[in-house]
């Protein structure tokens, strides 16, 4: 009974990635959406509100975290991994915005790839499947 409710747990936290994903227009103030799925290599960047996409970028990055968190605890069952998960997390989003930050400064026009792949880190739970196979190695070395 345990692995099912950890399973369904799981499951969860996938549909919550999918249910933000899929509403992220909605959810969040985000001009760059439809910018990077227009033709943006000879576009300069739309006006955008800052302070307001800072802090959907830093909501839709702590709604992702939580959620890996959760998968994390659900599938390792180590507090000293979430721990160093979340401070992880942490850090991470202090250099992607910051980074983030240098590249709306710097950017010209057409040079967008960089934004768009660390605005990507920031959105999407790729960090999560970074983490998944490194704990699961580390567990395995530490149990042999």
Not at 4 to 29: D, N, Q
Not at 53 to 63: A, E, G, I, N, P
Request: glycine share 4%; aromatic share 22%.
């Amino acid at each position: 009974m345990r692995l099912v409710l950890r399973a369904f747990v799981i499951f969860l936290c996938f549909f919550g990635f999918a249910f933000i994903r899929f509403r992220e227009s909605e959810l969040f103030y985000d001009p760059l959406i439809l910018f990077f799925k227009s033709n943006y290599q000879s576009l300069s960047l739309p006006d955008m509100e800052m302070g307001k996409l800072y802090l959907h970028l830093f909501l839709r990055y702590l709604l992702n975290t939580a959620l890996s968190l959760i998968v994390l605890w659900f599938i390792f069952k180590e507090r000293g991994m979430i721990i160093f998960a979340a401070l992880f997390y942490g850090m991470v989003c202090v250099i992607l915005l910051l980074v983030l930050s240098v590249l709306f400064k710097t950017q010209e026009i057409g040079e967008y790839l960089p934004i768009f792949y660390v605005r990507r880190f920031l959105i999407q739970p790729i960090l999560l499947f970074m983490l998944l196979p490194a704990f699961y190695y580390y567990r395995k070395a530490s149990n042999s």
